[in-house]
C-alpha cells in the first residue's frame, strides 16, 4: 500500500481509539445505554452528513447500483481498509461484504474484550446507516461483523419504496 494509503489507515485506526476512550468514558459517568445512544446519533448524523458530500446526484437519486458502485469503489485506500465487495445486486437490493476493518482491529489490539469490541462495532457503524439512510434513502441490516468475529461484515441494503 502506498504511504498516503498507509496514513489514511493508522488515521482511522487512531479514530477507533477515541471511540473507544471516549465509550469507556461515556459508559463510567453516563451508563452503557446512554453512552451508545449518544455515539450512536453523532455518527448517524456523520454518516447522513458525508453522503451527501461524498455521493454523486446519480447515487443520491435512489439509483442503487450507483450507490453500491460508489460505497465499494475499487479505490486502494478503501480497498486496504475494508476491501469491499458486491456480493450480489439486483435493482431493488444489494449484499456488501467487507473483509477487513481497521476499526476492529484496533480495539482488539487495545486489548478490549470481546463484548466492548461487539458494541463499539455496533455503534461505528452507525455511520453505514447513516449513509445508506440518509441522502442515498435506502434501508439496511447487518447481517454479521468483524466486531461479532465473523470472518466479515456483510450489509443486505434495499432500495426505499417509492
Known sequence: MSEVGEKVAQATRQRAAVYAHLFLVLRKRLGE????DLMSEAIYNF????STRNYSEKARSGDLAQAVREFASPDPVKQ????????????DEAVIAMSKCPLVDEWRAMGLPDKDVETLCRVAHSVDFGTWEGALRCGLCFEGTRGEGKDECVLRVKKAPG
Open 33 to 36: 445505554r446512554e453512552a451508545v
Open 47 to 50: 454518516g447522513r452528513e458525508k
Open 80 to 91: 486496504h481498509q475494508f476491501a469491499p465487495r458486491v456480493v450480489s445486486l439486483t435493482p
